[in-house]
T-cell receptor, first 112, second 114 residues
Framework: GQSLEQPSEVTAVEGAIVQINCTYQTSGFYGLSWYQQHDGGAPTFLSY????GLEETGRFSSFLSRSDSYGYLLLQELQMKDSASYFCAVDRSGAGSYQLTFGKGTKLSVIP | DAGITQSPRYKITETGRQVTLMCHQT?????MFWYRQDLGHGLRLIYYSAAADITDKGEVPDGYVVSRSKTENFPLTLESATRSQTSVYFC?????????????FGPGTRLTVT
């Protein structure tokens, strides 16, 4: 089976940097995805790490360490619109299963 | 270009009734998925489909039935609704197996079973 752990809530100040961590235990692993979901909205894809290291997409970066079964999402220059829930998800597609397993999400509140 | 749509957006039904949630995508994506989202549980996979006429169970399939006669449609049926199936249901699609980590979600259906 698989399990993912991420903090339930994080609060950060506008303009600051915040890191949302995700640790996972899974049988079969191909990569780690991150999704954003605003209240009442649908999840939207942010980033994917198949290899160890940092992937940067504008203000958002995502990091993966396979040896530590750990990843994080880094949000820089926080804006009020970044207030949302963030989900990490394990990708096992290479195992013949086209599934994502999601963590329970981290609710980020950006305050002025 | 509508992308991926779900209907209805809101539904109230009674225990024991059958209800079908519709999902339609215009991208011709091969893979489609149904999730339910509940407080404290995140997104949990109910069923998925790799192509027309190919479906498989996810993490929480009990009480649900799916079909996929056409690539663009992936309806989810609750055969006999129970209160525990009150949830927000999301349909999603992805382009290919190689990119199944990037899924596109519909707007969701909020289902209440009374």
């Amino acid at each position: 089976g698989q399990s993912l752990e991420q903090p339930s809530e994080v609060t950060a100040v506008e303009g600051a940097i915040v890191q949302i961590n995700c640790t996972y235990q899974t049988s079969g692993f191909y990569g780690l995805s991150w999704y954003q979901q605003h209240d009442g909205g649908a999840p939207t894809f942010l980033s994917y790490n198949a290899l160890d290291g940092l992937e940067e997409t504008g203000r958002f970066s995502s990091f993966l360490s396979r040896s530590d079964s750990y990843g994080y999402l880094l949000l820089q220059e926080l804006q009020m619109k970044d207030s949302a829930s963030y989900f990490c998800a394990v990708d096992r597609s290479g195992a013949g299963s086209y599934q994502l397993t999601f963590g329970k999400g981290t609710k980020l509140s950006v305050i002025p | 270009d509508a992308g991926i749509t779900q209907s209805p957006r809101y539904k109230i039904t009674e225990t024991g009734r059958q209800v079908t949630l519709m999902c339609h995508q215009t991208w011709s994506h091969s893979y489609m998925f149904w999730y339910r989202q509940d407080l404290g549980h995140g997104l949990r996979l109910i069923y998925y489909s790799a192509a027309a006429d190919i479906t498989d169970k996810g993490e929480v399939p009990d009480g649900y039935v799916v079909s996929r006669s056409k690539t663009e449609n992936f309806p989810l049926t609750l055969e006999s609704a129970t209160r525990s199936q009150t949830s927000v249901y999301f349909c999603a699609s992805s382009e290919s197996n190689q990119r199944s980590y990037e899924q596109y979600f519909g707007p969701g259906t909020r289902l209440t079973v009374t």
